[in-house]
């Protein structure tokens, strides 16, 4: 009786594991799929303003600092998308995100000593490419769901 207990209680035990285990993966998997969207979509967003910010940098003091403070917010954002935890079934896809995110720092480091030197914000960044790219991928994610 006592045995059979034990049993009953160790398996419910394996259960409730178990099924953490599983609402945790769930969880990490919205988690994923919600931050990575919100911040391909950001990226998207920048990507359609920066012209219009870098065109009123170069004459107005006021836009130029938004925009810097832009470009670091941008940076604080690529960084700790990088830090994000990734289901398995998409490592290669975060990986793809991270290549692009790579050469996306770059190129806000560059647009921000760009921003110092009073030279074109974008000129030669790489930032406008690297952007349209991860769109495309933004594109392929959308295509995929239902």
Known sequence: MIK?????LMLTIMLLTAGCGIM???GQTVNFATETTDYLQSLTDFGQDMNTLAEQAVTDL???TDLKERLLALKEQVISYGELQVPDYAKDLHQSIADYNMTLQQGLDQALTNIEQGRAV???TGIPDTINKINELLNQIN???P
Not at 4 to 8: L, P, Q
Request: aromatic fraction near 6%; charged fraction near 35%.
């Open 4 to 8: 059979r207990s034990v049993t009953i």
């Open 122 to 124: 974008f000129e030669s």
């Open 24 to 26: 945790e993966e769930v």
């Open 62 to 64: 006021d836009a130029r």
């Open 143 to 145: 295509q995929l769901a």
